[in-house]
Every structure is written in C-alpha cells, then in structure tokens.
C-alpha cells in the first residue's frame, strides 16, 4: 500500500515514515507540496495504478498549506479516499469545521501514535478487500510516485 505524506518538519516526518513502513507500506514523502508530483497541471495520479492509497499532510507548511494542497487535489479529482491532516496548532474554528465537513481526519500533534497505527491498519484491511482501480494508461511508464522518479 502506497501512502503519501507531505510535512515540512524533518524530525515528524522521519518518524511518520517509520510508522507507515513498520506497517508494510511503501511510502513517498516531500517537505512541501510543492515538490509533488500532484502539484503539476494535470495529476498524473489517474493513469497510475500505484496512485497513494492514503495521504496526510501537515496543515500549516509555507507556500502552501495542507487545505490549500487538498483543494487542489479534489479539483482534479484525486481518487484517494484516505486522507488526513495534521498540526501542532490548535484549529480555528473555520478550519475545523472544513476539515469535518470533508470527512478528512485530523492529527493533533504530538500523535496519539495508536490512532494513527489504528487508521493505518483500518485502510490496509479495506484496501485488501478491494480489487486494484482499473488502469487503462499503465503501458509501461513509470508511475511519478516512485522513489526513484522522485526521490525524497
């Protein structure tokens, strides 16, 4: 299972990586939302069939913040169903109510580390129930999700 995380904080991200691949996934981490491979004009995540099973951003990054990324991605209707915040600030009231009317979950910093392993080990159950998402563009291109297309 494939899981995107984008977190601007090196030392979080480290750590967040180490949860996910304790767990057997494969993960693709940037500092910025920026530097993914999404942020381009048109997601190429539709012709891949690696697209990210799960994504969690930070919410408060420069540039760009993790609403902000989001946003974007539902507006090139990214396919990935799992998908949560996170912050080591407090939400604003505006935010909150985004985010819950979303149906995204959020991570208040420091993680409750059980919450987290137990979203991971609820998508990784549903993912194995589910049949791969059909891939009529797969050919023999490499996916942009891949380490080595766009390493870390």
């Not at 949560?84 to 600030?89: H, P, Q, T």
Request: charged fraction near 20%.
């Amino acid at each position: 299972m494939k899981v995107l995380i984008i977190e601007d904080d090196r030392q979080v991200l480290s750590l967040l990586k180490r949860i996910f691949q304790d767990r057997g996934c494969d993960v693709v981490a940037y500092s910025t939302p920026v530097s993914c491979p999404c942020n381009i004009a048109v997601c190429p995540c539709p012709m891949y069939p690696d697209c990210p099973s799960m994504i969690l951003t930070d919410l408060d990054m420069p540039i760009e913040n993790g609403l902000q990324f989001l946003n974007r991605l539902d507006e090139k209707k990214c396919r990935c169903k799992h998908v949560a915040l996170m912050s080591g600030k407090c939400l604003n009231e505006s935010d909150a109510m985004r985010i819950a009317a979303s149906g995204r979950l959020f991570f208040q910093k420091p993680f409750d580390l059980a919450r987290i392993q137990s979203w991971i080990d609820v998508v990784m159950q549903e993912c194995v129930q589910k049949a791969p998402l059909n891939n009529p563009a797969s050919g023999s291109q490499e996916s942009p999700y891949s380490a080595q297309s766009f390493p870390v």
